[in-house]
């Protein structure tokens, strides 16, 4: 099993990934302050709970990605104490499929670059990622597999608590998909806006991202807020919310180095407290559908 580590602006995601299948997703909070030893601790309870008294979690290897450098460092220790290997950590140094058609590539979020990466690997050409999350992000693959860039914007839960926190007669609301533009009070106005909203951003920026680029574009949507938003989008797409992990996954492969002779045995056990123990001898393409309500 491969140990996928995916740190972002409001969450840790911790992914176990067998044979390119994604066998578990578990979170912890962002801290920028929390140690490798703190991490450590926390992750020990993860895995002690997630294993099985007859076959303890392995991991065979680990590949992290960051959009916190603050961390960066701390969870890459952890994975090396997980593993006994140093893990592969994406930048644009590293082996994607992808020619890097921007300003300055070093400057690309690597979560965007993992999801390009897949995405250009298992879907038809050009393709347009969509992730939904703290913020929402863009990304753009053309035909020949160059990275074109994309666009980034506030997060639909981020506008949302925006709008709570800075207008005073506003309030906090639960997310879900609206069942129609027109709100009749305050909570439906903003639902509509915010999460209808944002369908209709990606459905626009799509239509000038082909414009742009000529010809039409495969849609792929990810993210922990898609679930919101898809119902209510017009462009054909295909959601998938492992995205990101399968992504990491498909750069693990590319890029960990090849152990020849390596018994089926490698790895590291970790059963009660994370411990190490002693070794022993496409998602379907969806078209337009009608919104339905999903209540958060």
């Given at each position: 099993m491969i140990l996928a580590i995916d740190i972002g602006n409001t969450t840790v995601a911790l992914g176990g990934i067998r044979d390119g299948r994604v066998c578990f997703v578990a979170r912890m909070d962002t801290v920028r302050t929390r140690t490798a030893a703190e991490y450590r601790a926390e992750m020990d309870k993860i895995f002690a709970h997630r294993r099985h008294p007859e076959r303890p979690m392995r991991f065979e290897g680990a590949v992290l990605t960051s959009v916190v450098p603050q961390i960066t460092g701390a969870l890459a220790e952890c994975a090396r104490h997980y593993t006994g290997k140093k893990p592969v950590i994406v930048s644009p140094d590293i082996r994607t499929g992808l020619t890097m058609g921007v300003d300055e590539p070093r400057a690309v979020g690597k979560d965007r670059l993992v999801d390009a990466a897949y995405a250009a690997a298992n879907f038809p050409l050009?393709?347009?990622?969509?992730?939904?999350?703290?913020?929402?992000?863009?990304?753009?693959?053309?035909?020949?597999?160059?990275?074109?860039?994309?666009?980034?914007?506030?997060?639909?839960?981020?506008?949302?608590?925006?709008?709570?926190?800075?207008?005073?007669?506003?309030?906090?609301?639960?997310?879900?998909?609206?069942?129609?533009?027109?709100?009749?009070?305050?909570?439906?106005?903003?639902?509509?806006?915010?999460?209808?909203?944002?369908?209709?951003?990606?459905?626009?920026?799509?239509?000038?991202?082909?414009?742009?680029?000529?010809?039409?574009?495969?849609?792929?949507?990810?993210?922990?807020?898609?679930?919101?938003?898809?119902?209510?989008?017009?462009?054909?797409?295909?959601?998938?919310?492992?995205?990101?992990?399968?992504?990491?996954?498909?750069?693990?492969?590319?890029?960990?180095?090849?152990?020849?002779?390596?018994?089926?045995?490698?790895?590291?056990?970790?059963?009660?407290?994370?411990?190490?123990?002693?070794?022993?001898?496409?998602?379907?393409?969806?078209?337009?559908?009608?919104?339905?309500?999903?209540?958060?």
């Open positions: 050009p393709v347009v990622t969509v992730d939904l999350g703290t913020a929402t992000t863009f990304n753009v693959v053309d035909k020949d597999r160059v990275f074109r860039g994309g666009v980034i914007c506030p997060g639909l839960s981020t506008g949302l608590r925006a709008l709570g926190e800075r207008c005073a007669q506003l309030p906090q609301v639960h997310l879900g998909s609206p069942k129609k533009a027109i709100g009749t009070n305050t909570e439906s106005c903003m639902l509509s806006g915010s999460v209808l909203g944002t369908a209709v951003l990606i459905d626009g920026m799509v239509q000038r991202i082909e414009e742009e680029l000529g010809s039409p574009a495969t849609l792929v949507v990810t993210g922990g807020l898609a679930k919101y938003v898809t119902p209510l989008c017009r462009h054909p797409l295909a959601y998938d919310p492992e995205l990101l992990m399968k992504g990491l996954a498909l750069l693990y492969q590319l890029n960990a180095p090849q152990e020849h002779g390596r018994s089926h045995g490698g790895g590291r056990h970790y059963g009660q407290q994370g411990r190490p123990r002693a070794k022993h001898p496409h998602p379907n393409r969806r078209t337009r559908r009608e919104p339905e309500t999903l209540v958060g």
